[in-house]
């Protein structure tokens, strides 16, 4: 079976058992490869939050940040 790998984009065989196991996830080529994956992995979720972010306008984007003034008022046991 063909995989692209999902870091450096070339094209490689994998046996057809990790094809089933990979249920339709793209297999890094080597070791390399499957080491910088995570790391690519994390910049792309940041950037689609900062991207997340833009498209919210100034006024709610500060309001992400504020934690809220009102009480706990789940915590009601006395100790």
Known sequence: ???CCPVCGRWHAIPAILHRLSY???Q??????????PELARARVLAEM???RARLG???????????????TFRTSKV
């Open 1 to 3: 079976m063909l995989h």
């Open 50 to 52: 900062a991207a997340a």
């Open 58 to 72: 100034p006024d709610e984007a500060a309001n992400d940040a504020v934690m809220p003034t009102e009480p706990d």
């Open 24 to 26: 339709g996830r793209a």
């Open 28 to 37: 890094p080529c080597s070791p390399r490869c499957k080491a910088r994956f």
